[in-house]
């Protein structure tokens, strides 16, 4: 039980400390209000996803989180478009995952 309290309150904070972050980052793309929750709820359920994926398969806690940096840089930014943003998110992530995939750094 002590377990699933750490990682609940893991979760909790890093949800909570940049999820703003994230909506100043919609905001800045120009997202509507509903794009922004959507985005949100997204992020959350695949974070949730992953986490209790990779934390079974690998038999320890793995916890799986969204670019807060990214994020930030995003929101600081201007003149991107929504789709110019995720598809930037997308290509980082899947570069991310073949850097892990192919132990190659």
């Known amino acids: 039980m002590p377990a699933v309290v750490a ?6 904070v890093g949800f909570t400390s ?3 972050i994230v909506f100043a980052a919609a905001q800045a793309l120009g997202a509507t209000p509903a794009q922004a929750t959507s985005w949100i709820w997204a ?17 320890q806690p793995v916890l799986t989180a969204w ?8 929101a600081g930014s201007s003149g991107f478009g929504l789709g110019e943003a995720v598809g930037a998110f997308v290509v980082c992530g899947v570069l991310i995952l073949l850097a892990g ?3 190659a750094f």
């Not at 992020?43 to 038999?59: A, D, E, F, K, Q």
């Not at 670019?67 to 995003?74: C, D, M, R």
């Open 7 to 12: 990682g609940f309150v893991a979760v909790l």
């Open 18 to 20: 940049s999820v703003v």
């Open 43 to 59: 992020l959350g359920l695949g974070m949730g996803v992953t986490t209790i994926g990779l934390s079974w398969w690998y038999r």
């Open 67 to 74: 670019s807060t940096p990214g994020a930030a840089l995003i």
């Open 101 to 103: 995939a192919t132990r």
